[in-house]
């Protein structure tokens, strides 16, 4: 840009005082938020037993139904690491001028659920980082195979997690946990572009930890180490991405090395045209047959 011109050869319009307020405001409470979510993170991670491998947390901000701008005000306070659930989002975000001109460093999480038809589009996102929602050796080997051709000219292969469903929810994606150790072989020998980088699970909403820890996180950790003791993988090379805004200190404290918190750095979501609030605000009650189930689940690592 030159002589204060865009690229399309308009002149910007100048902020009113009103969006001029608006954006310092903002630009306020979402440092404040990710400062107080970074520091609760620190904390956790510092209760965390020494048993456990010292890998330093990752916070991925999930800016999920958020405008560019508060994703450009969180990188300027030092954030790098963002995630997106949907693919069509992910991909005008992150193709967002703005924001590839104000967050060259930017690095870009997929945590949605991600269906093979749109595997091509996703690939294609600027600065994508990691997939952490491979569900199947059907999609590892899409995935594989269309970045091997989307990016001919790098030998960079693409970090991704393999997303578990240890709720057994049919609403919730995931493999189920038995198949954990034959998917991950499968990529590990069969998909060159692929970087393993670790297991991924949502879990049931609204757990109450007053009832112990959250059975999915540890039954998360039991994968991982199935996986590490069949595959001679060592355990602080196998992340595992587990905790969103209500329970992501709890799982910090029993090995999470990858939370993605959204609504509590970014405020409550905007969701059109439905009353339906985020679920991450949603509380669920377990039913006797679950928590008989979740007592069977809550197993600790070793």
């Given at each position: 840009?030159?002589n204060?011109l865009?690229?399309?050869?308009?002149?910007?319009r100048?902020?009113?005082?009103?969006?001029?307020?608006?954006?310092?405001?903002?630009?306020?409470?979402?440092?404040?938020?990710?400062?107080?979510?970074?520091?609760?993170?620190?904390?956790?991670?510092a209760?965390?037993?020494?048993?456990?491998?010292?890998?330093?947390?990752?916070?991925?901000?999930?800016?999920?139904?958020?405008?560019?701008?508060?994703?450009?005000?969180?990188?300027?306070?030092?954030?790098?690491n963002?995630?997106?659930?949907?693919?069509?989002?992910?991909?005008d975000?992150?193709?967002?001028?703005?924001?590839?001109?104000?967050?060259p460093?930017?690095e870009?999480?997929?945590?949605g659920?991600l269906q093979?038809?749109?595997v091509?589009k996703?690939l294609?996102?600027?600065?994508?980082?990691?997939?952490?929602?491979?569900?199947?050796?059907?999609?590892?080997?899409?995935?594989?195979?269309?970045?091997?051709?989307?990016?001919?000219a790098?030998?960079?292969?693409l970090?991704?997690?393999?997303?578990?469903n240890?709720?057994g929810?049919?609403?919730?994606?995931g493999?189920?946990?038995g198949?954990?150790?034959?998917?991950?072989?499968?990529?590990?020998s069969k998909?060159?572009?692929?970087?393993f980088?670790?297991?991924?699970?949502?879990?049931?909403?609204?757990?109450?930890?007053?009832?112990?820890?959250?059975?999915?996180f540890?039954?998360?950790?039991?994968?991982?180490?199935?996986v590490?003791?069949?595959l001679?993988?060592?355990?602080?090379?196998?992340?595992?991405?587990m905790?969103?805004?209500?329970?992501?200190e709890?799982a910090?404290?029993?090995?999470?090395?990858?939370?993605?918190?959204?609504s509590?750095?970014f405020?409550?979501?905007?969701y059109?045209?439905?009353?339906?609030?985020?679920?991450?605000?949603?509380?669920?009650?377990?039913?006797?047959?679950?928590?008989?189930?979740?007592?069977?689940?809550?197993?600790?690592?070793?």
């Amino acid at each position: 840009m030159r002589n204060g011109l865009s690229r399309d050869n308009t002149r910007r319009r100048p902020l009113t005082s009103t969006q001029a307020m608006w954006k310092v405001g903002m630009s306020e409470e979402v440092g404040k938020a990710l400062q107080a979510v970074v520091d609760r993170v620190n904390q956790a991670a510092a209760r965390r037993p020494k048993t456990l491998p010292a890998v330093p947390p990752r916070l991925v901000a999930v800016s999920k139904t958020k405008p560019p701008d508060m994703v450009i005000e969180a990188y300027r306070k030092g954030h790098r690491n963002f995630g997106e659930n949907y693919v069509n989002e992910l991909v005008d975000k992150a193709s967002n001028p703005q924001i590839l001109e104000s967050c060259p460093d930017i690095e870009w999480h997929f945590i949605g659920h991600l269906q093979k038809n749109n595997v091509n589009k996703l690939l294609g996102v600027p600065n994508l980082f990691m997939v952490e929602t491979v569900d199947s050796v059907k999609l590892a080997d899409k995935v594989n195979s269309s970045w091997l051709r989307l990016r001919t000219a790098s030998t960079q292969t693409l970090k991704i997690m393999v997303q578990i469903n240890t709720s057994g929810e049919e609403s919730k994606h995931g493999l189920p946990p038995g198949e954990t150790v034959t998917t991950v072989k499968h990529i590990l020998s069969k998909c060159a572009a692929l970087h393993f980088s670790g297991l991924m699970t949502i879990g049931r909403y609204g757990y109450d930890l007053a009832d112990g820890p959250n059975p999915d996180f540890q039954a998360l950790l039991s994968r991982r180490q199935e996986v590490c003791a069949s595959l001679q993988l060592p355990l602080e090379d196998v992340e595992l991405s587990m905790g969103m805004s209500t329970d992501f200190e709890h799982a910090i404290e029993v090995g999470s090395t990858n939370v993605r918190v959204g609504s509590t750095i970014f405020g409550n979501r905007d969701y059109p045209n439905t009353p339906t609030p985020s679920p991450e605000r949603k509380s669920k009650v377990p039913t006797e047959e679950a928590a008989k189930k979740m007592e069977r689940l809550t197993v600790t690592e070793q």
